[in-house]
């Protein structure tokens, strides 16, 4: 079975600061990883995915991730954050191996303080 | 403009009243997937179709339907809604099934209340 897990429910930084949104998951093959963001009153928007290569992704708005095997992570990370990146994070996870679906994470709220 | 359309965004009914949420999107997409978002729980997923005439049970698929019909098309039906039902309800496309390689396309949404 797949699983995904963000252990924060809340995140709040200062603007300008660096952000990490945490993710870690749990497959029997390897992972297939995304991070999707909800604006409020909004369906959910793709922001990056990793499938294989180099562990450092770089989606949009300036977001990136990076994988790591060995702590079974996919951390999101941006260097400044911004007040309009203030919304609710999923992370999701496909097992490449077996499953055909995605299983998300139950989210975390990002806001960034003025 | 390539999208994914839900409708009603909000939806007040009571228990035991059939209803039917529609979703459309006009990206020629072959799969299509119902959400249901609840605090805490993240998404979970309903139900899927990998293409027309073909939908399978997802995670919490107990007193809900969906037909694909065409492509385009994936309605959510409650034959007999309950108050455990009262969710935020998401629709979403993908080019194929195996969505690593295309991301998943989502609609903005449909607010249901159940008394």
């Known amino acids: 079975a797949q699983s995904v897990a963000q252990p924060e429910d809340q995140v709040n930084v200062a603007e300008g600061n660096p952000l990490t949104v945490k993710c870690t998951y749990s497959v029997s093959g390897n992972p297939y990883l995304f991070w999707y963001v909800q604006y409020p009153n909004r369906g959910l928007q793709f922001l990056l995915k990793?499938?294989?290569?180099?562990?450092l992704v770089k989606g949009s708005y300036g977001f990136e991730a990076e994988f790591n095997k060995s702590q079974t992570s996919f951390h999101l990370k941006k260097p400044s954050a911004l007040v309009s990146d203030s919304a609710l994070y999923f992370c999701?996870?496909?097992?490449?191996?077996?499953?055909?679906?995605?299983?998300f994470g139950s989210g975390t709220q990002l806001t960034v303080l003025p | 403009e390539a999208q994914v359309t839900q409708n009603p965004r909000y939806l007040i009914t009571v228990t035991g009243k059939k209803l039917t949420v529609t979703c459309s999107q006009n990206?020629?997409?072959?799969?299509m997937s119902w959400y249901r978002q609840d605090p805490g729980l993240g998404l979970r997923q309903i139900y899927y179709s990998m293409n027309v005439e073909v939908t399978d049970k997802g995670d919490v698929p107990e007193g809900y339907k969906v037909s694909r019909k065409e492509k385009r098309n994936f309605p959510l039906i409650l034959e007999s809604p309950s108050p455990n039902q009262t969710s935020l309800y998401f629709c979403?496309?993908?080019?194929?099934?195996?969505?690593?390689?295309?991301?998943?396309?989502f609609g903005n949404g449909t607010r249901l209340t159940v008394t």
């Open positions: 990206m020629n997409h072959e799969y």
């Open positions: 979403a496309s993908s080019s194929r099934w195996d969505s690593y390689n295309s991301p998943l396309h």
């Open positions: 999701a996870v496909r097992d490449t191996g077996s499953a055909r679906q995605l299983t």
């Open positions: 990793y499938i294989t290569g180099d562990n």
